[in-house]
């Protein structure tokens, strides 16, 4: 089984332009992503996906194979379909260019579900927090198996009782895909869903595509806007320390 990793990262967040170059602790938060992404002991490959020569320096100079796509493509999944289409491997792990606290001990738990499971057609991780954490931070509702029943900016479950503890799943933005799996998700345009909530994986379960959630124990919390900088600083200087 070929597994090849791919971070997107655009210029453009309509959030936050220029995003995968802002400094945390000194460095672009793209190389924070990639060094992350290289600790892997389970990826065959690893690439960067981009639209802009200054994000893909960043690669360069690690020694990043860079691919370069459409700044118009709809999604971090869009963008990962099409730097590997000419070479499809077995399965596609996307790291997302906004998640620096991803780790490869985060990404070889989710590949370590394709290796045991021939059944896993998509696979995300989340970790449990007591905190819904507004509605940057997805949450995810799974059944009794681990499958995703729903993702939501919305605290999902609604906890009807005040004295009930509160577990949230939340999402982090780390998807693996078997190539025929990731094939038909970009092949179908957005859903209804996917537009109302702005999330890409509710295509998938639009599609009646079963997505595994997979448990990591640390909090992996991305940067979606300028301010969130600070906060990942100091978790990241924590963890480093």
């Not at 070889?108 to 905190?131: G, M, N």
């Amino acid at each position: 089984m070929r597994v090849v990793g791919v971070v997107p990262a655009r210029f453009g967040s309509q959030r936050f332009p220029g995003k995968p170059l802002a400094k945390i602790l000194g460095k672009p938060m793209i190389q924070w992503v990639l060094e992350g992404a290289r600790e892997s002991k389970k990826l065959d490959a690893l690439y960067l996906a981009t639209d802009h020569e200054e994000i893909a320096k960043v690669a360069r100079h690690m020694g990043i194979r860079v691919v370069f796509t459409a700044s118009d493509l709809p999604s971090g999944t869009d963008r990962v379909y099409h730097a590997l289409s000419p070479q499809p491997p077995d399965v596609v792990i996307n790291i997302q260019g906004d998640e620096p606290m991803i780790r490869g001990k985060h990404i070889d738990a989710l590949i370590e579900v394709f290796e045991k499971d021939a059944e896993v057609q998509v696979a995300t991780l989340a970790y449990k927090s007591p905190d819904p954490e507004g509605p940057d931070r997805v949450k995810i509702v799974t059944d009794l198996q681990g499958f995703a029943l729903y993702f939501s900016r919305s605290p999902i479950p609604y906890y009807r009782f005040e004295d009930t503890q509160r577990i949230y799943w939340i999402h982090v933005g780390v998807y693996g895909y078997r190539w025929p799996a990731l094939e038909t998700w970009v092949q179908h345009p957005p859903t209804p869903l996917e537009r109302v909530e702005g999330l890409e994986q509710l295509r998938a379960l639009q599609l009646q595509m079963k997505i595994k959630v997979v448990s990591i124990p640390d909090p992996c919390i991305p940067v979606d806007r300028p301010e969130d900088l600070e906060k990942v600083a100091a978790l990241l200087q924590r963890q480093t320390s």
